[in-house]
């Protein structure tokens, strides 16, 4: 169904769980949701109509990335992100406020925004909540991200807070910038670190400003799995119930269930796609490291339940053969594969959501896990 506007709507619950629809111009989100990476216009090693045939309903941009190279303005004046990459479905873009953090060199933060030297040439570069609000109005994203500042976990709770309500006041500012654009969404990302008091100072600020969506952002930056389930315990209940949630950088198929079950829409990670290019193939019973040797004569698919082209017509054998070979083809069906396995996932927690059946979803998938792959031949 297409829309003029973007809108939000709950199906079913089951627990603290949510099955839905983002609604966007550019047509349909199914939520949960989890959000392929292209980070620079492109999911490595895959077609935009191979990427939408794994089930994808929606790719991820990067604003950092993509304002360094080709840029957001030559971007614009070839159309937009969606004509420039060959993606007609919705994107999002992050702020580039992560990648400035982590990626950048001689970065100078003030109240105003960031100074950074570009990672690709080094050329000096300025981000505000202005500045990126412009990039992605110019890439033609149609969920933004407001600008902020993520501090790498362990910090002190003083650097935690200094941090958030920096980020908070570029929440506002992203919002002022970002204006009225029918069709187009805007997202405030609560901060917080793993401080309960913190993440429900930033959701109050965030509600007061009023956003399209509310990310949690500010975990998956070292703190683990459990203290990251820790937070999500309570942290996504601090956010508007009728607002899409989505869960930045996340993640391994445990963490997206776990995300799920504490009531989490949306997620995006680089992991199937990176995981594809390294070797790693991600299954229901875990993962499988196609590089070792006892690959090397099996016959079998990575996965005899799975329907995508790795596993329909190639071997283990040819996999682990083309992976040594460094072939190509190898990163295509191993990340075709990785990036099918998770919106299988998705679209399992999905229907196990409408059926009030999730608990038992979830024991299965752990259970199958559990099991670890199958045994060599």
Same mark, same amino acid.
């Given at each position: 169904m297409m829309t003029e506007r973007f809108g939000f709507t709950v199906n079913?619950?089951?627990?603290? =769980?949510? %099955?839905?629809?983002? $609604?966007?111009?550019?047509?349909?989100?199914?939520?949960? !949701? &989890?959000m392929p990476v292209g980070t620079a216009g492109t999911v490595k090693a895959m077609l935009p109509e191979s990427v939408r045939a794994t089930g994808a309903d929606i790719l991820l941009g990067n604003t950092y990335?993509?304002?360094?190279?080709?840029?957001?303005?030559?971007?614009?004046?070839?159309?937009?992100?969606h004509r420039f990459m060959n993606w007609d479905r919705p994107i999002l873009t992050d702020s580039g406020g992560f990648q400035v953090m982590s990626l950048a060199d001689l970065r100078k933060l003030t109240e105003d925004g960031v100074t950074f030297r570009?990672?690709?040439?080094?050329?000096?570069?300025?981000?505000?909540?202005?500045?990126?609000?412009?990039?992605?109005?110019?890439?033609?994203?149609?969920?933004?991200?407001?600008?902020?500042?993520?501090?790498?976990?362990?910090?002190?709770?003083?650097?935690? =807070?200094? %941090?958030?309500?920096? $980020?908070?006041?570029?929440?506002?500012?992203?919002?002022? !910038? &970002?204006?009225?654009?029918p069709g187009h969404a805007l997202f405030g990302i609560m901060q917080g670190g793993v401080n309960r008091d913190l993440r429900e100072e930033s959701a109050t600020a965030l509600k007061a400003i009023d956003f399209d969506g509310y990310a949690v952002g500010g975990l998956a930056v070292g703190e683990g799995q459990e203290a990251m389930f820790g937070v999500l315990d309570y942290a996504p209940d601090f956010l508007p119930e009728d607002k899409p949630r989505y869960l930045m950088g996340v993640g391994k198929p445990d963490d997206i269930v776990g995300a799920v079950e504490r009531g989490i829409d949306m997620m995006?990670?680089?992991?199937?796609?990176?995981s594809g290019r390294t070797g790693q193939a991600w299954t229901p019973r875990g993962q499988v490291n196609i590089k070792n040797a006892r690959h090397q004569d099996d016959p079998r698919p990575l996965d005899e339940g799975c329907t995508c082209p790795a596993c329909r017509s190639?071997?283990?054998a040819y996999l682990h053969h083309v992976?040594?070979?460094?072939?190509?083809?190898?990163?295509?069906?191993?990340?075709?594969?990785?990036?099918?396995?998770?919106?299988?996932?998705?679209?399992?927690?999905?229907?196990?959501?409408?059926?009030?059946?999730l608990a038992a979803f979830v024991a299965e998938f752990h259970a199958r896990r559990a099991e670890g792959d199958i045994p060599p031949l």
């Open positions: 079913a619950r089951d627990g603290r =769980a949510r %099955s839905g629809v983002i $609604s966007t111009p550019r047509g349909d989100v199914r939520t949960p !949701a &989890f990335h993509l304002m360094l190279r080709p840029t957001a303005e030559r971007i614009a004046r070839l159309g937009g992100l570009s990672h690709v040439d080094g050329s000096k570069h300025h981000l505000s909540p202005e500045r990126s609000m412009e990039i992605q109005r110019l890439l033609g994203s149609d969920i933004v991200m407001c600008f902020d500042e993520c501090p790498a976990l362990p910090a002190t709770d003083e650097a935690v =807070a200094k %941090s958030m309500r920096l $980020s908070m006041r570029w929440a506002q500012r992203s919002r002022d !910038a &970002f204006g009225d654009r995006d990670c680089v992991l199937p796609s990176r190639y071997s283990r992976f040594k070979a460094q072939e190509i083809i190898a990163s295509m069906l191993l990340t075709w594969h990785n990036l099918h396995y998770y919106q299988q996932l998705m679209q399992g927690l999905r229907d196990a959501i409408d059926a009030g059946q």
